[in-house]
């Protein structure tokens, strides 16, 4: 069965359409620009690519342009739409609704809307791709996996804040944590690898792309997570501050003159790397910097990686030790030097990473164990996939119904 799979945002539609179970990846593609005077439509094959620019009015215009894609004769995915069996859309919030993925129904549309609060960029752009697909392909079943689902398991102790009681009640104003379905999905494969049920398995899984997060994973369950309420919270990210003593936001207030709008902007966009480097905020270039010498690149790099180590030596005192650390996504899978400063922090707790094998992981290959010999905690490079993970949960869903 084919599953396709959608991640709207609020201009652009990205796809991949799945072969279930086989797990077999038949096309994958973007609708950039969706409400612009011109968009860009493209799709790859293992072996073809096709792309063109129109314009695209909205999300319902755009899933048309995707079905159109699927079917084009040229590209060869499928002759109808009649054989998508079922539509996976990635959800960013389910707020404390959703512990996994659902099959949608009118009850979870409305659910969807009701935590439009906790998310206001994303959970409008989701449902609005949700919406076009019922109207453009009625029969077809969706299903919605959400990112903050995974970390549900969290205790109160947790992911309460230390802020008046009334604000959680109110506003639901608690940790939340995102990026779980690839937390959940590097943590399983890691159960894999290391060949053990994950109800035996301490895992502390650092995934580091442009927004970064890292997880406790205690016995396959997500017990603590560094982003919060928001995903500004935690680690060094891209345009991201990550943690930060929450007066400054006051004192900037009050001394630069700027308001809560430009506050937002300065943390989720002109913070992290690229308030720290100002040249770029693609790890990339820090890294190239690093290996020339550049003072202010090893800083960077070195601050980045001392955030994570934080978080390692809390993750452990939470789970009272760890069996492995798994680093995945853009960064976590590709910068070696990130990974070797962090494992020199980390050597008193039982870290150690082999340098060669740590210099030669290539990304997308399965998996590299990175670990030192005699290491008591592994460092293992798992390539995560969020797509995959959705078309995993939304098959067994629709397996399920069908029993
Ligand atoms: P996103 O977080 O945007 O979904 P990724 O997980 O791919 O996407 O992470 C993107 C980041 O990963 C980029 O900003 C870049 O800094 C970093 N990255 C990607 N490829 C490499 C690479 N080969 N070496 C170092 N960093 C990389």
Do not use: W
């Amino acid at each position: 069965m084919n599953v396709l799979v959608l991640n709207c945002g609020s201009s652009s539609i990205k796809f991949q359409v799945l072969k279930m179970p086989e797990e077999k990846m038949l096309v994958k593609g973007i609708v950039e620009r969706i409400g612009e005077p011109m968009s860009i439509i493209e799709g790859k094959t293992g072996e073809k690519k096709k792309r063109h620019e129109r314009p695209v009015a909205d999300h319902t215009e755009g899933i048309k342009e995707v079905l159109a894609l699927l079917t084009d004769p040229e590209l060869s995915v499928m002759k109808s739409v009649k054989e998508i069996s079922a539509i996976g859309h990635r959800v960013v919030h389910g707020g404390e609704t959703y512990s996994a993925s659902v099959l949608i129904t009118d009850a979870v549309i409305t659910a969807i809307e009701d935590n439009i609060p906790l998310a206001p960029l994303h959970n409008p752009a989701n449902l609005k791709g949700i919406l076009a697909c019922r109207e453009t392909v009625p029969g077809i079943p969706q299903s919605a996996v959400f990112d903050t689902a995974f970390h549900q398991s969290m205790p109160d102790y947790a992911y309460l804040y230390a802020i008046p009681k009334s604000y959680y009640e109110k506003y639901k104003i608690r940790r939340f944590g995102f990026h779980g379905t690839s937390h959940k999905f590097v943590a399983h494969r890691a159960g894999d690898i290391l060949k053990k049920p994950l109800s035996e398995l301490k895992l502390i899984t650092a995934h580091l792309g442009n927004g970064a997060s890292i997880t406790a994973v205690d016995r396959g369950r997500s017990v603590d997570t560094s982003m919060g309420f928001t995903p500004l919270e935690g680690l060094i990210m891209g345009t991201r501050s990550g943690d930060l003593d929450p007066a400054i936001t006051v004192f900037l207030q009050r001394n630069e003159h700027i308001d809560c709008e430009e506050i937002d902007r300065l943390l989720n966009k002109k913070s992290g790397l690229i308030g720290l480097f100002e040249k770029s905020n693609d790890m990339r270039i820090i890294e190239e910097e690093y290996f020339k010498g550049d003072a202010l690149a090893k800083l960077v790099l070195t601050m980045y990686a001392y955030r994570i180590v934080k978080y390692i030596g809390a993750y452990m005192a939470a789970m009272g030790g760890a069996d492995a650390l798994i680093y995945t996504a853009g960064v976590g899978e590709n910068t070696p030097p990130l990974r070797e400063i962090a494992a020199d922090f980390l050597g008193g707790l039982g870290f150690g990473i082999n340098k060669e094998l740590n210099n030669e992981v290539i990304r997308k290959q399965d998996y590299t164990d990175i670990s030192a010999e005699g290491a008591s905690v592994k460092t293992i490079v798992i390539p995560t996939n969020e797509e995959l993970a959705i078309a995993r949960d939304t098959f067994e869903l629709l397996q399920g119904r069908s029993k």
